[in-house]
C-alpha cells in the first residue's frame, strides 16, 4: 500500500508549488472527485487542473507548507499555509502586489496508492481582507 502521507506531499509539493498539474492524471483516480468543488468547475481531475492553473497565475510565488499531517487508514488531512503574492487576475479581482498568507485544511481519500477524493477548506474571508476586497475588523 502506498504511504497517504507521501503521496500528499508530493501532491502538495510538486502540483501545487510547483504547477505541475500534468502529474494529477497520475496522482488521481480515474474516479476522482472534489467533494468540497468550486462553483463553475467540474468535480474531476480536468477542474482540479483549472483551479491549480489560476491559483498559479494569480500566485505564482505561491508555496503550501503543511503545518501538520495526520492520516488513518485510507484518510490523510492536513492543516496547510499557503504564502504568495497577487501578481495576477484572480476570480474578476485585478492583480494588487499585495501578499497573501492563508490557512486551510484538506482531507483526502487514498484508493490503491492515489487520490480518490478531496475537500477542503480555506479562509477566504481573511485572504479577500489581505487583498483589500473586503475591509479588515476594527
Do not use: C
Given at each position: 500500500?502506498?504511504?497517504?502521507?507521501?503521496?500528499?506531499?508530493?501532491?502538495?509539493?510538486?502540483v501545487?508549488?510547483?504547477?505541475?498539474?500534468?502529474?494529477?492524471?497520475?496522482?488521481?483516480?480515474?474516479?476522482?472527485?472534489?467533494?468540497?468543488?468550486?462553483?463553475?468547475?467540474?468535480?474531476?481531475?480536468?477542474?482540479?487542473?483549472?483551479?491549480?492553473?489560476?491559483?498559479?497565475?494569480?500566485?505564482?510565488d505561491?508555496?503550501?507548507?503543511?503545518?501538520?499531517?495526520?492520516?488513518?487508514?485510507?484518510?490523510?488531512?492536513?492543516?496547510?499555509?499557503?504564502r504568495?503574492?497577487?501578481?495576477?487576475?484572480?476570480?474578476?479581482?485585478?492583480?494588487?502586489?499585495?501578499?497573501?498568507?492563508?490557512?486551510?485544511?484538506?482531507?483526502?481519500?487514498i484508493?490503491?496508492g492515489?487520490?480518490?477524493?478531496?475537500?477542503?477548506?480555506?479562509?477566504?474571508?481573511?485572504?479577500?481582507?489581505?487583498?483589500?476586497?473586503?475591509?479588515?475588523?476594527?
Open positions: 500500500m502506498t504511504d497517504g502521507k507521501a503521496l500528499l506531499r508530493r501532491w502538495l509539493e510538486e501545487w508549488n510547483r504547477g505541475d498539474v500534468s502529474l494529477l492524471d497520475e496522482l488521481h483516480t480515474a474516479g476522482f472527485r472534489d467533494r468540497t468543488g468550486n462553483p463553475g468547475l467540474t468535480p474531476d481531475t480536468a477542474g482540479m487542473k483549472q483551479v491549480i492553473l489560476t491559483i498559479r497565475a494569480a500566485f505564482p505561491a508555496v503550501f507548507t503543511i503545518e501538520d499531517l495526520v492520516a488513518d487508514d485510507d484518510r490523510v488531512a492536513a492543516r496547510w499555509t499557503m504568495g503574492t497577487h501578481n495576477g487576475e484572480f476570480n474578476g479581482m485585478p492583480a494588487t502586489g499585495r501578499p497573501l498568507i492563508m490557512a486551510g485544511f484538506g482531507l483526502v481519500r484508493e490503491d492515489r487520490i480518490a477524493e478531496f475537500w477542503h477548506l480555506e479562509d477566504d474571508l481573511a485572504a479577500l481582507r489581505q487583498l483589500g476586497a473586503l475591509p479588515g475588523l476594527g
